[in-house]
């Protein structure tokens, strides 16, 4: 096996014990945010995200589409906004929504991901929306996505925006760490020379991914309201 | 058929104390929804009698690591037998609801102490008196009730469960009730004074969701008439009941426990159901100029649902959703196959 693909598969499962470490409990984070005040708020906050798959799949798909660093950076920075938009204004306006209805608009984003990576619009002969718009549009869905997840927590009396401010420092903190590894295993598999095989299976997952997550999330949908 | 009168006119003289519950129409509440707190001082599908607020200790709600009292202006009663508290439920969470009333007396002559003693499963009082030769003495008793019961609201499951509310007698479950699925069991240990209850006896018993009335195959006919009914465990009213069998009711239906030296009982939850739990704690008093003997009453209640029911239905990107571990191993495998598949084609 050449050495870019073994090192690639060694990042792969070493990240793997880490995720699973990540993964919080509802229950262990509403007394974290009822006894550990606002730096609570940053920890769940990061947690929230390393945690949500949702988001990790589609930044991946995001970095996976961008060759250069500066690329990467701006369109992170205009995801960043989007969700800092709806993160905060929504939770401190108190707008919510059903979890699962979000969580399937969060998931057809990565669907969208996938599906403009592979060349789909070309493929079917339109026009690509503009990516920059795209991802200012899908940064503020997954921000009400972020407030709803907050919204569901008793966030007590007292420093609300505090509170709300320290989670959205916390996602950010998170979506950097998350960002680490993913950029690291995306720009190490372009040196490979089966990097379109890799590109195309990654895309076609987050394909498959996107609509195995919204199956799901209507699924509950139905079944849990 | 006189004779088969005679019996039933005898089973229905039968005589039964009052338990005291908090009940509520459902366990499992929406944040924000109103709902509506019942005491029910009778058994746990007909109460018998109000509880008059001056005889309420306490009457308080726990949530989120606060204490709040209940207002005693209001509790209201909805008509001669059920006193009643509106509310608003409030944010998500586990809350803990407790009512703990004063201590009051009643005399009983020696066949209808005995006969409580039998129908409410105080049965150690009764073989002691056995043992001792006194089933012939008239009993002035000391009563004191401390119920509590515990709601889900929302999806968020916080710790208030487990408060030990500081009442002379209590149930503190040893897990989260609705954390708990038809088919399991949860630990409840019962505390004296705030120290674990060793031998006691408890019943739990549950009606299943949807019914009206179930413990188990039969059902309950409750029949109320003054001139039948002798003594209650709360004044001014009486009570006894029938079965349909003409068998005389008791108030140890269900399982039937006994606490070990952690005061730790262990209760089945075989279906989904309201759930509730009673015990009675009595001793024999020698020092007292009036009273023979002194019990604390004690029940708690709560909600069983089914493990992936609506109202057990948690969702997050942790909670009910699959584990992790199982999505990433999953994605790097089905990555796995579209990468070999992909890099044959080329």
Not at chain 1, 184 to 201: D, E, P
Not at chain 2, 141 to 162: P, R
Not at chain 2, 196 to 201: A, F, R, S, V
Not at chain 2, 249 to 276: A, F, I, K, M, W
Request: some cysteine.
């Amino acid at each position: 096996m050449h050495t870019h693909l073994k090192k690639l598969f060694f990042l792969l499962l070493v990240f793997l014990p880490f995720l699973g470490f990540a993964h919080g409990v509802t229950s262990s984070d509403q007394e974290l945010l009822r006894n550990g005040g606002l730096w609570a708020y940053i920890q769940v906050g990061a947690t929230h995200m390393l945690t949500g798959y949702d988001h990790l799949l589609f930044l991946a798909g995001v970095v996976f589409f961008l060759n250069s660093f500066k690329d990467i950076l701006k369109f992170i920075t205009v995801f960043t906004i989007g969700h800092c938009i709806t993160l905060i204004g929504a939770t401190y306006m108190g707008i919510t929504a059903n979890e699962h209805l979000v969580d399937a608009v969060i998931a057809l984003s990565v669907l969208y991901k996938g599906f403009e990576n592979l060349g789909g619009f070309k493929k079917l002969k339109v026009s690509s929306p503009n990516l920059l718009l795209m991802i200012l549009l899908f940064g503020l869905i997954h921000g009400f996505g972020l407030a709803t997840r907050l919204q569901s927590f008793d966030m007590g009396e007292g420093q609300f925006l505090a509170k709300i401010l320290c989670f959205n420092l916390g996602v950010e903190l998170g979506q950097v760490l998350a960002l680490i590894p993913i950029v690291f295993v995306i720009s190490l598999s372009r040196k490979h020379r089966q990097f379109t095989a890799f590109y195309k299976a990654v895309n076609w997952y987050l394909v498959l991914a996107g609509i195995g997550l919204f199956v799901y999330q209507i699924h509950s949908y139905f079944q849990g309201h | 058929m006189r004779r088969q009168h005679f019996f039933l006119l005898l089973a229905l003289v039968v005589l039964c104390s009052h338990d005291l519950y908090i009940k509520m129409e459902s366990y499992f509440l929406e944040p924000n929804q109103q709902a509506t707190l019942q005491l029910y001082n009778g058994t746990f599908e007909k109460s018998e009698n109000t509880i008059t607020r001056d005889r309420m200790l306490d009457a308080s709600i726990t949530a989120h690591g606060k204490k709040v009292a209940i207002d005693p202006a209001q509790w209201e009663d909805q008509d001669s037998t059920i006193t009643k508290v509106t509310f608003q439920a409030r944010k998500a969470g586990t809350y803990l609801a407790g009512v703990s009333t004063k201590a009051r007396n009643i005399e009983l002559t020696a066949k209808k102490f005995n006969d409580y003693l039998k129908h409410d499963g105080v049965l150690d009082i009764l073989q002691q008196r056995e043992k001792d030769n006194l089933l012939d003495q008239d009993a002035v008793e000391s009563y004191e009730k401390h119920v509590k019961a515990i709601y889900q609201v929302g999806d968020v499951k916080t710790t208030d469960w487990n408060t030990a509310l500081g009442y002379p007698i209590e149930f503190v479950p040893q897990a989260n009730p609705y954390e708990k699925y038809s088919g399991e069991s949860i630990t409840v240990q019962l505390l004296l004074d705030g120290k674990p209850l060793p031998n006691q006896l408890v019943y739990a018993d549950y009606i299943k969701n949807n019914d009206t009335h179930s413990h188990g195959d039969h059902s309950h006919e409750h029949k109320h008439d003054n001139k039948k009914h002798t003594h209650s465990h709360d004044s001014e009213h009486q009570h006894s009941h029938k079965s349909n069998s003409g068998e005389a009711h008791t108030h140890t239906n269900g399982q039937q426990l006994r606490s070990n030296d952690q005061g730790l009982v262990t209760v089945n939850l075989p279906e989904e159901g309201v759930y509730y739990l009673r015990t009675i704690y009595m001793v024999n008093v020698a020092d007292h100029n009036e009273l023979t003997h002194r019990s604390k009453w004690a029940t708690l209640t709560f909600e069983v649902s089914h493990k992936h029911g609506s109202d057990t239905h948690t969702h997050d990107h942790d909670g009910d959703e699959f584990p992790m571990w199982i999505f990433v191993l999953g994605s790097l495998v089905i990555i796995g196959i579209l990468f070999f598949v992909f890099r044959k084609k080329n």
